[in-house]
């Protein structure tokens, strides 16, 4: 029987590059003078800046679904024995226009994905179907319908949405899961065992055991494709990839992702996995 190629072997067709630029600017040493000047304000300037003060303070709120009822939701990324899947929040609206998953221009996922060695290239959001040929990963997410954020979603909606994710585990059994932000773990949390996730159970990184996702409801044991029982996908928690969440800095971002990286390109290895052709438009 022929020695498949290898993983790196069947990408290195596929080039995609990206190149990143930073703007400096001189500073102005200031003089001192003898006599200081005084800078007036005006109503009509403090108003102005008020308004926009308000308009950046302004959380978002809970929307009903007929708001975003003209936006598609995304088709699921998935097919049996993926090594992982990742789990987002919901589309929002430039994803769900665009039809590709993570399509906003600010979200870094895609150049995540890269950075922690989960793809060769980083990928474009159009690409997001290729996914299961060509890196054995695949996509979802927590709740279906599309919103400007997470913040019009209802504590209902995550609570079904986290039933239809083990549903989904367990139909399709992949390895892992990684869960693309911390409030998409709490909400999980929260529908699990129903009370909040204190800080001091919270943790970046492959959960225990006791918590996989996809198990079965007890009343007759599932086996996965070996024949083996079925115990659950595990669950690696990661950062969110929004432009938006900004309390921890790229490169700890990157420090987050990168073992789970690791851990896929050695699963990859260990299952000869060879990449399969895929046409654009496959669905």
């Known amino acids: 029987m022929p020695t498949p190629s290898s993983f790196k072997g069947g990408l290195t067709k596929f080039e995609y590059e990206t190149s990143e630029t930073t703007a400096h600017g001189n500073a ?22 008020s308004t926009r003060a308000t308009k950046r303070r302004k959380p978002s709120k809970y929307a009903d679904p007929s708001k975003y009822a003209h936006l598609s939701p995304l088709t699921d990324i998935l097919e049996p024995n993926l090594i992982c899947v990742f789990v987002g929040t919901n589309p929002g609206v430039q994803t769900a226009t665009a039809g590709h998953a993570y399509a906003h221009p600010s ?30 990963m695949g996509n979802t997410n927590i709740v279906d319908r599309p919103s400007k954020d997470a913040a019009e979603l209802s504590k209902e909606e995550t609570s079904a949405g986290t039933a ?27 529908y699990k065992y129903g009370k909040n996730l204190k800080a001091v159970d919270f943790k970046y990184g492959w959960q225990d055991e006791e918590h996989n996702m996809g198990m079965s409801d007890g009343k007759e044991e599932a086996m996965d494709d070996s024949g083996n029982v079925w ?5 690696f928690v990661t950062t969110s990839t929004s432009g938006l969440a900004a309390s921890l800095k790229p490169a700890e971002k990157e420090a987050i992702w990168r073992p789970f990286g690791e851990w896929v390109q050695k699963r990859r290895e260990e299952r000869e996995f060879v990449p399969r052709a895929f046409e654009a438009g496959d669905e």
């Open 28 to 49: 102005i040493p200031s003089r001192s003078t003898k006599r200081t000047r005084t800078t007036v304000t005006t109503s009509k300037e403090k108003a102005t800046s």
């Open 107 to 136: 979200n870094h996922f895609w150049k995540l994905l890269h950075a922690s060695g989960l793809t060769d290239r980083r990928l474009k959001p159009e690409e997001d179907r290729s996914l299961p040929a060509l890196y054995c």
């Open 164 to 190: 239809n994710l083990d549903a989904k585990f367990l139909k399709y059994k992949p390895e892992a899961v990684c869960i693309v932000g911390k409030g998409i773990w709490e909400a999980i949390w929260r």
């Open 231 to 235: 115990n659950g996908t595990r669950v």
